[in-house]
């Protein structure tokens, strides 16, 4: 280490506390309270970011008769939904969620969307450039009244409002009835989406997902009154809790998956299924396979007649969502939590195997455990995963990626692409199924943070889980992107660029850098916890969240939402400079040693490296003994009067003054400069000449008053070797090549690629790599 700089003892020594001067324009606003950025306390929501004593919501209860159509892709049903006007404001009238429209030929999505001609351009391309005239988009029938009396409507592309005769007034419900139909589009399309069908053309069938499949009570809320932004896409939903009893009619041969329990099984099962359904309900190690592939092989060959109804119940759900298809394989396992029981189960097509029967039911069970470890009991009676070549989540089911090779091999990049997709979307219904934020609004309430959560169930899965999100060196590259191409992650959803990065994977690493590294694992923890018990089944909104945090762990955080959620700013700390001061002993000895060395570091200079060897002739020429002389000199040898001085000086001391003087320590000043912007803990490893390490952490606020340069004095009794920022990559930084003392360089990698030698008969100038005869 260079730089050794001696301290006098009176500079150490010298009580009270020397205060930093504080640059005005370098002492921003990076530690200022969130105050007047967040909503103010109210009876319905607590400064200490819980529900008020005056909190409430709607709900909405659904009754529904739907048939699926297998001939001609399609679906007809009927609904009864009685609201709840749980408020306190009269409403003069009502908003549902009309999604299918989205798929519509006049549809907004499309002419929303830029796009530009390029030189290539693929058949999906062209077709989201010229859209679709296809038959899509629900067609509403009738709305009526509990009388038969006609409701006036209003269709807005994906919304639809009823005006109601007269206000619904606070405590009153309504109940009206509304028939329709839509057409099922094939999701393999350019279309795309969750909902729809898969063809499989060997045998002839079809797959059906049916989520978005009805018109949806909108939220109406006391932070924001009707929730009724335009679905185009990817805005997710904002859902009222209710009950549902759905009667779902399908072909005779088909399997039916559905949000909530079976209430006829006896009709819809075989004897057989049956008898393996209820040994499903206490196999607690591995699933019962209910319908097999073999039985589901002989289904798909032959095209059944006549029609089931199955008929599904589910209790306080935000959704409804099933799956149909005569090529099901069907397997359960129980699950025990909180002392009852849930069924864990997986639907999927022999295409999916074998690695959904080795997998997938297993998976959810695992799901269920680890995510009611860290915030309350799934308290639901079922959790279904259904192969289907993607990933969305509703209550109690979700559709899943993770399909092998025609032959049944896959790579490990498949295997886990599956095992992640399945514990995502089934932890979704904790966010937001059960803690239900509005997604429309902010994608990262249920995305960032069920992607945090699935990030620790994927370790607790697997010792060394390629997690592709989580870690805080992963999101350095989205926060190195260019500042154009960044936006806070409270933006609004439709106008995110990079979406991936900042609604799932930039606060699912805030998170775990909170736990990790702010927090510690026990106060986050709790605290977590504390969020999502205090919201289960209500609506929560960010504020809820940054209060919650604070108020369960007593770590002030607005500095953290500040900068990761309402901010661009990368992490860049760089380590500036480090001098190594130990204290002046004074002693005599030392002391000329110390100026001794200072001498011979001097710089040199071509004559007085030559005198170093050579005699003046002057001083021979005079006196002989001359040479003997020169020599012989010293002028840093010690003499009484130094060792006089030095007693003087001890003696004056007191036993703490000579304790310190004669400590040893060596300390090194650091100077830290903050690149990026974003404000973080300052985490050192200090290793030492012998061999040994050390961790020193340094809490964020050391930037309180200079936000972009700050200095720290650690005393230590080795010698430091190497000083490294951020050891363990817990930050986020950015640049890592900053963060060493003395300095490493990192390289860079680029790419080596193969090259192409011309054509016979063309000439690109010499081959570099090829050798010389």
Known sequence: MKNIRYLFLSIILLPGTILAQVDEQRHGNRFEQLGPMLRSPNVYRTASGAPGHQYWQQKADYEIEVELNDDNQSIRGKEKVTYYNQSPDPLDYLWLQLDQNQRDSDSETPKISSNRIQPKMSLGQLQDIIWHDMDLGLKIYSVLDDQGNEIPSTVNHTMMRLDLARPLMPGESFTFHIEWSFNIHDRMSFIGGRPGYEYFEADGNYLYTMSEWFPRMAVYSDFEGWQNKQFVGRGEFALVFGDYEVAITVPADHMVGATGVLQNPEEVLSSKEMERWNQAKSSYDEPVVIRTQGEAEKLEKGKA?????????????????????????????????????????????????????????????????????????????????????????????????????????????????????IIHEVGHNFFPMIVNSDERQWTWMDEGLNTFMQFLAEQEWERNYPSRRGPAHKIAPYMSSEKHLLEPIMTNSENIIQFGPNAYAKPATALNILRETVMGRELFDHAFKTYAQRWMFKHPTPDDLFRTLEDASAVDLDWFWRGWFYGTDPVDMAIQDVKWYKIDSKKPVEVKADQREAYEREESYISKTRNATAIPETFVEKDPKAADFYNS????????????????????????ERAMLESGLNFYEISFENVGGLVMPIILEFQYEDGSSEIERIPAQIWRLDEYEVSKVFAKEKVVTQIILDPYRETADIDEGNNYWPRQFQPSRFEMFKQQLPARGTSTGPNPMKKKR
């Open 305 to 421: 007649t006549t029609k089931k109804t199955w008929v599904y119940h589910a209790d306080n759900v935000r959704d409804f969502a099933w799956t149909s298809s005569r090529k099901f394989i069907w397997d359960a396992m129980a699950v025990k939590l909180g002392g009852k029981d849930v069924m864990a189960m997986s639907y999927y097509a022999k295409e999916a195997n074998p690695l959904w029967e080795q997998y997938s039911t297993r998976v959810v069970a695992h799901t269920l455990k680890s995510y009611s470890s860290r915030t309350f009991d799934y308290p639901y009676p079922v959790a279904i995963s259904v192969e289907a070549t993607n990933g969305m989540e509703y209550p109690m089911i979700c559709f899943n990626y993770g399909r092998p090779d025609s032959d049944g091999t896959y790579t490990a990049a498949i295997k886990y692409g599956m095992i992640s997709v």
């Open 633 to 656: 000199y010293d002028r840093f040898a010690v003499g009484p009067e130094d060792e006089k001085a030095y007693n003087d000086f001890i003696n004056s001391l007191s036993s703490d």
